[in-house]
């Protein structure tokens, strides 16, 4: 697109110079001759040559985001599907359709933290209940569901699960 534009530019120039050079409306269409004026060609071919520089900039910049737009992966924010060719699929088939590779599921460093601190914690909960039960003491239920992720308890629905709803 930007070697379109700057022919173009460069097209007007020649043109420019051609007419003074050969003074052009005379040569094809007849009439007047007219004396050639060097300085007003030169303040011409200064403003073609700005006019170009700032298009060629400003569409360079917006070739530039229209590619940055474009690969730009859209995924929805609530079950994490990925929109590809106009149609929405698991991340998993994504991976599969566009690079032709498998995935497999892991778990980060952080994930996995946050995973042992809150089985820890509902494991220790538990504990509590089981000797509180022993010794005739209740651990209230609300101390239970508080404790339990969003995801693990059976009254709460997980997020992606509530925005469905």
Same mark, same amino acid.
């Given at each position: 697109?930007?070697?379109?534009?700057?022919?173009?530019?460069?097209?007007?120039?020649?043109?420019?110079?051609?007419?003074?050079?050969?003074?052009?409306?005379?040569?094809?269409?007849?009439?007047?001759?007219?004396?050639?004026?060097?300085?007003?060609?030169?303040?011409?071919?200064?403003?073609?040559? %700005?006019?170009?520089?700032?298009?060629?900039?400003?569409?360079?910049?917006?070739?530039?985001?229209?590619?940055?737009?474009?690969?730009?992966?859209? %995924?929805?924010?609530?079950?994490?599907?990925?929109?590809?060719?106009?149609?929405?699929?698991?991340?998993?088939?994504?991976?599969?359709?566009?690079?032709?590779? #498998?995935?497999?599921?892991?778990?980060?460093?952080?994930?996995?933290?946050?995973?042992? #601190?809150?089985?820890?914690?509902?494991?220790?909960? #538990?504990?509590?209940?089981?000797?509180?039960?022993?010794?005739?003491?209740?651990?209230? #239920?609300?101390?239970?569901?508080?404790?339990?992720?969003?995801?693990?308890?059976?009254?709460?629905?997980?997020?992606?699960?509530?925005?469905?709803?």
């Amino acid at each position: 697109m930007l070697w379109y534009q700057s022919i173009g530019f460069g097209f007007i120039l020649l043109l420019t110079w051609l007419n003074e050079l050969t003074d052009l409306p005379h040569t094809l269409l007849g009439g007047q001759p007219h004396a050639g004026n060097l300085r007003f060609c030169i303040l011409e071919t200064i403003v073609v040559l %700005v006019a170009w520089g700032i298009l060629f900039l400003a569409t360079r910049r917006l070739v530039a985001h229209l590619h940055y737009l474009n690969g730009l992966l859209r %995924v929805c924010a609530w079950c994490r599907k990925v929109n590809y060719e106009g149609d929405w699929v698991q991340m998993e088939q994504y991976f599969a359709r566009g690079f032709k590779v #498998e995935s497999t599921h892991g778990i980060c460093p952080d994930c996995a933290k946050k995973v042992e #601190e809150d089985t820890k914690r509902i494991h220790r909960l #538990e504990v509590e209940r089981k000797n509180a039960t022993s010794t005739g003491t209740s651990v209230p #239920e609300q101390e239970v569901s508080a404790s339990l992720p969003a995801g693990d308890h059976p009254d709460i629905a997980p997020q992606h699960d509530r925005a469905a709803a």
